[in-house]
């Protein structure tokens, strides 16, 4: 029994078989992004297109976290074309940037804000830094 030749004309086909299931494989096991991952990455867009407005502290929150340590949030208020939101920051990440003591009832704060989604806002993230600072 002998094997059967394969036509030259077929190797390119085969590279090209080949390279697209490496490359579907490569996709099907990328690495999927953690709920941090995408949160940094809302802030930092926020931090480079958003809009500054003014807005308060509404409250300060610790929440235990189902075992996984205490997360910190700021719930804030502000104002955009006549709308009023009320939206929360988890700050859990940026601890070392915010005295959350200093962040009370009433306090003001500038809130930046995706002109496209003004419901979309953040009061800190790594670069830039809406709290007042005491």
Known sequence: MSAIPIPLHFYPVL???????TALAFLFRRHKKTPEEI???????????GRITDGTVVDVQEVNANGHGESQFIVFQYDVAGVSYEASQDVTY???????????????????YDPHNPGNSIVASESWMGLRRD
Do not use: F, W, Y
């Open 15 to 21: 590279l090209v078989g080949l390279a697209v299931g």
């Open 94 to 112: 940026l601890r070392p940037q915010i005295n959350l003591h200093s962040c009370r009832l009433g306090v003001p704060t500038s809130v930046k």
């Open 39 to 49: 949160e940094k990455e809302r802030r930092d867009l926020l931090s480079k297109i």
